[in-house]
């Protein structure tokens, strides 16, 4: 799920779509108008997900995509070899989400650890401890 927005009021720190991957915004360069065109915004990203850095460049007038990001409560379950089982604290529902890639994360998760996930687009990934 994404909602619609002017490029021009995108912000460093913000999130945005680049082909199909929400990315956080860490770099953005406005050019002036020209004589024959409109300004343009060059906006680097880093993926959420795969944390590639994505490159795009757009004219500040036009819309992106922005990712509607659902931050939310949960408790360690069970951890898989591949993945960690999430117990959300508000619906009790539980949540598969892959094994974070940073280390300081990583070795904070233990079961019955609190933690704060995210749901967007359809995918999860656990933010931090608790």
């Known amino acids: ?58 004219p500040v007038d036009s819309t992106a995509e922005i990712p509607i990001i659902d931050k939310r409560p949960g408790q360690v379950f069970a951890i898989n070899p591949n993945s960690i089982q999430i117990m959300d604290l508000e619906t009790y529902e539980y949540v598969d989400a892959p094994i974070p890639e940073e280390e300081d994360l990583k070795d904070k998760l233990a079961v019955g650890t609190e933690v704060e996930y995210w749901k967007i687009m359809g995918r999860v990934k656990i933010v931090r401890t608790k």
């Open 1 to 58: 799920m994404s909602k619609p927005v002017d490029v021009g009021s995108l912000r460093v720190g913000g999130y945005m779509i680049i082909d199909n991957e929400p990315c956080r915004i860490v770099d953005i360069t406005k050019s002036k108008p020209g004589k024959h065109g409109s300004a343009k915004a060059r906006i680097v990203a880093i993926g959420i997900f795969d944390g590639q850095k994505r490159q795009f460049v757009k």
